[in-house]
Every structure is written in C-alpha cells, then in structure tokens.
C-alpha cells in the first residue's frame, strides 16, 4: 500500500533466528566450519532473538512533512501516578495504570482522547501504539480489542472509529496496516484507509476465511500469516507479496517469516529460504530467488527497503532482490559467497539501501547504495577489529575494540564521496532513523552530525528523543538538544532520572516512566511547562 511518508517510522525490522534446529544443522555441517565460527554463530542467534510478541516491521526512510495541527492537545495530567507501562504514537502518549485503566494526552485525534474510543477504557491489560501514525489499541484481560484514532496523520479522514473486536489475542499494527488475531487463530485486517465496518469484511485488506494463525507479518502493501502446521496465507496487493501461488507448494514447514517494504521471506525449520513479491518482479530478481533452495542452512535474514540477505550456516552471505545495479551501487561483493576460512562471516546488517557483513576476522564489509553508507573506500583500513555495528538509515556506525567508533553516511548527492568521522573513547552508540550521537567514557557526548556538545558533562546515559537526543547526567538530571540547536540543561528539580524505567517520545515530547509509577514530561527544546 502506498502511502505518503510520515517521520515517526523508524522502526528496526525484528530479527529471527532458529535456536537449537540451526544448531543441529551447524554441527552437521562439513569441517570447514571452524569451532570459533560454530560458537559465533550461536552467539548471533542467542543476541538477535526477540520476544515471541515481537512484530515483524521493518526500518523505512522517512520523507518528513510538516504536520498539519488538526487538533488541539491534551496536556498530560498534573497527578500521573500508579503506571505500568508508557507508550507514544506520533503526536499523542498513552499510559497504562496498573489498576486497568489508561490515561492518554496530546492531539486528541491522534489517539490523544480517548474519549473517542468506542467503550470506556477498562480492564485493560496491553496497549499497541501506532508509532508510525497516528492512534492506539487497547486489548483488555476478557480479549476485546477496541482501537481509537488510527489512520495517517496528513488525512484526517482516515482516523475514523473503529468497530471493537472480541475474542482477541493479539494485534500487529504497522505501515498502516493493522491485524488483529483471534483467540481460534483467525485473522480480522484492515489499512489506514478503511474507516467502516464493511471494510473490515471485504475491503482489500481483508483477511480471508482462516484460523490457527500463530503471527502475521505486513510490509506497505500485504499481509502473510503464519500459522500452526507451518504453512503460510497471503493477502493484500498481490504484487507485494499478497499473491503467493507461485511459491505455494514451498510454504510448509515455516518458522520465521521477513518482510521489506513490499516483499516476504519464509525461514523454515531446516533453514531453507522462500522469498514471494515484488523481489520476483523482474529477471534478475527471479533468477536470484531460484537458487534460494540451492543454498546452505540460513541461520539469520536482514531485509533493507527492496532486497533481503541471508547468513548462511557454513559462513557465507547470500543477497538478493535489489534489483539491476548502477553506478551509484557497490556490488555484492563474491568473497562473501564462498569466504576462506578468515572471511567466515559471523553476522550481518542492512540499512534501508546497503548491507554490512562482519567476518570471523573481526573485518566489515558492506555493500548496496552508495547513497546509504556502502561507499568505504575513504575509510581504508579503519572497518577493523569491529566489536558491534550500528545501522542507520542512510549508514552504518562500527565500534571496534579499541573503543573507536568509525561512522560514515552514503554520498551527498552535490558530491561523490561519503562522509566519516572517527570519535575516541565511546562507551555508548545511539541511532534513530538518520541521526546517531555517541556517549564518551569521560562523560561527553558527540552528535553524529553537529559534532561535540560541549556544555554536556557528567552523562551517563543517552537516548535518541523526537527529533533529537536526551542525555541523563551522573545526579539525574538532563540535557537535550536537537540537531545543531545547542544543548539545554535541566536540573534534577525539573527532572530526575534517576530511577527512570522507560522513556517514550514523538516528534517533539519526551515522557519517562519512574520506579514509582509517576511520569515525567519534558520536550526537545528542554521545556517542562505547557508540555503536550
């Protein structure tokens, strides 16, 4: 489904893996496997879990409009106590309260009423936020699902009152595209778009007749469910993945399912790989799809916004979907599909345009668009003895041992080459979206694109906020600031971190959810009063 972009969409794609099954097929494989390779891999399960209530969705490049105010805010109540858990949207927050009720503030109609629910709020026992537009969920202890204010926030005629829901056991909201799962593992699903109840019936988006789903996983324009004996039900726009006749008879023993912005890919419990949407639309696609089944046992799948790539169980890397290469593109590179030994490669990373893979050697190497970071040629021979990496949207940050942390963005489009830095002494890396800063063991704090904040002392935590960064200092209080705008101190008195649980943010407001269940409120330009 296309849909105009919204700047609240940096949401990091969850990553699978196959847990003991892979490491069946690991020790199956032939010698070559190195004992160090075996263990890494493991790790790189064992890291790259996530919970089972994880969704599948995906990191997208945001085009940042300007966000029409169609309603006045809702300021967060003056006494917020007795919180479990906080929660934000793009324009509005929610706070669930361990008695079962919820309390919500900001734009009204972007979830910021809930007055504009269907049935008073009660008994509720877990909220889903549509973080990148606008609305909430609530699901309560006896299963009723009863959403309010979802739709785009750029068409305020999407955001109509949706039908409450029974016998729900779980709901998966992302890309404008919303699922709720049935207690009998039947499906009811809808888009931004649909604001009637017929719509949830025989819209485009609507599910068809099933049950024993198990999870259900959406991209910009399609549905794939999986459920209970493996198999796998699409629906939507077929060219998005929403047809998957073609590839029918090999979606059976499933386990994991991907998603990019228009394409699947199955996993199934013997590591084999199934990829269905716009991945096949052209030749080369297709032809890179059809040696799926050619390959060794995957063991992890990383998608950018087109194209997948797959870490293999014997060490190599598999890439596809990306489509016909330009000059402005790196090749994948072929070491990487039969490695040496010190090639090995023991994890992988995509942004929204290019792919790191980083070897058994500890070495980084990375390919795609040069627009998104794949362009190292200036970095030399820095992408070494690399401990973690850090996608972004548009490049990659590598912590090496040494505790330098080598960043670099794709090319301008005024000039050809990337742009890097190199920053010393990092104890703490932060990415959102197209920013990143970096957390210093002496306490200070670099933005990946201003450069040091210089009046920032004493940090201890950093955390990316709205369209900037709120830093937590050694007795508790803040500092914040937004992009180049310099940073603004707040003394504990006006907030105090110190036994800070969660923090939440939208575009311009921070919430920070307390050990004692109060909430804390403050926004990116470091004011706490006439906050939301």
Not at 10 to 29: M, P, T
Not at 279 to 287: C, D, P, S, Y
Not at 376 to 393: G, I, M, R
Request: hydrophobic fraction near 40%; glycine fraction near 8%; proline fraction near 4%.
């Amino acid at each position: 489904m296309e849909k105009k972009q919204v700047p609240w969409v940096g949401v990091a794609l969850a990553i699978f893996a196959l847990g003991h099954v892979v490491n069946l097929i690991i020790d199956k494989q032939d010698s070559e496997i190195s004992p160090e390779l075996k263990q890494q891999i493991s790790d790189t399960i064992q890291a790259h879990r996530t919970p089972a209530s994880a969704n599948n969705v995906l990191i997208h490049e945001p085009n940042t409009p300007e966000i029409a105010e169609t309603s006045p805010k809702i300021p967060m109540p003056a006494e917020l106590a007795d919180v479990s858990q906080i929660y934000s949207n793009l324009n509005a927050f929610a706070a669930l309260k361990r008695d079962g009720t919820v309390v919500t503030w900001g734009d009204g109609e972007c979830g910021g009423d809930s007055n504009n629910a269907a049935e008073p709020l009660l008994n509720v026992k877990q909220l889903y936020a549509a973080e990148d537009t606008c609305g909430f969920a609530a699901l309560t202890h006896d299963h009723k699902l009863i959403p309010w204010g979802m739709g785009d926030e750029t068409m305020p005629w999407t955001r109509g009152v949706r039908p409450v829901l029974h016998d729900v056991r779980e709901f998966v909201v992302a890309k404008g595209l919303y699922a709720a799962i049935k207690q009998d593992g039947s499906v009811v699903s809808w888009s931004f778009e649909d604001a009637s109840t017929a719509e949830l019936g025989s819209g485009q988006y609507a599910a068809p007749a099933m049950t024993d789903v198990v999870s259900v996983s959406v991209n910009y324009g399609a549905f794939a469910a999986l459920k209970r004996d493996g198999t796998v039900m699409t629906w939507g726009q077929a060219d998005y993945g929403g047809d998957s006749h073609e590839v029918a008879s090999a979606l059976n023993n499933v386990k994991l399912l991907y998603a990019n912005d228009n394409a699947f890919t199955a996993m199934t419990a013997t590591g084999r790989l199934v990829s269905w949407g716009k991945v096949r639309a052209e030749q080369k696609g297709r032809e890179q799809v059809a040696k799926l089944n050619q390959l060794a046992p995957a063991v992890k799948v990383v998608a950018s916004k087109n194209g997948f790539a797959a870490l293999l169980a014997d060490g190599s890397v598999y890439a596809w979907g990306e489509g016909e290469l330009t000059e402005y593109d790196v090749p994948f590179p072929a070491r990487l599909s039969r490695p040496s030994r010190a090639n090995k490669v023991i994890d992988i990373f995509a942004n929204n345009d290019a792919f790191a893979a980083l070897t058994i050697s500890r070495q980084l190497i990375v390919w795609g668009s040069k627009y998104h970071g794949a362009d190292t040629t200036v970095l030399k021979d820095k992408l070494q003895s690399v401990l973690k990496v850090y996608p972004f949207d548009e490049g990659f940050v590598a912590l090496r041992r040494d505790n330098t942390a080598i960043a670099w963005e794709g090319w301008e489009l005024a000039e050809n080459q990337p742009r890097y830095q190199e920053i010393t002494q990092v104890s703490k890396v932060v990415t959102y979206e197209r920013e990143f800063a970096f957390l210093k063991q002496d306490g200070t704090v670099v933005d990946g694109h201003s450069g040091p904040k210089t009046d920032i002392t004493q940090a201890t935590d950093i955390f990316p906020t709205g369209l900037g960064f709120t830093v937590k200092r050694q007795d508790g209080s803040i500092a914040v600031w937004m992009r180049e705008d310099p940073a603004v101190t707040l003394d504990k008195q006006a907030v105090d971190l110190t036994h800070m649980r969660a923090i939440r943010s939208n575009l311009s407001d921070v919430i920070a959810l307390m050990d004692d269940g109060t909430v804390q409120a403050w926004d990116v330009t470091g004011r706490t009063s006439n906050v939301l």
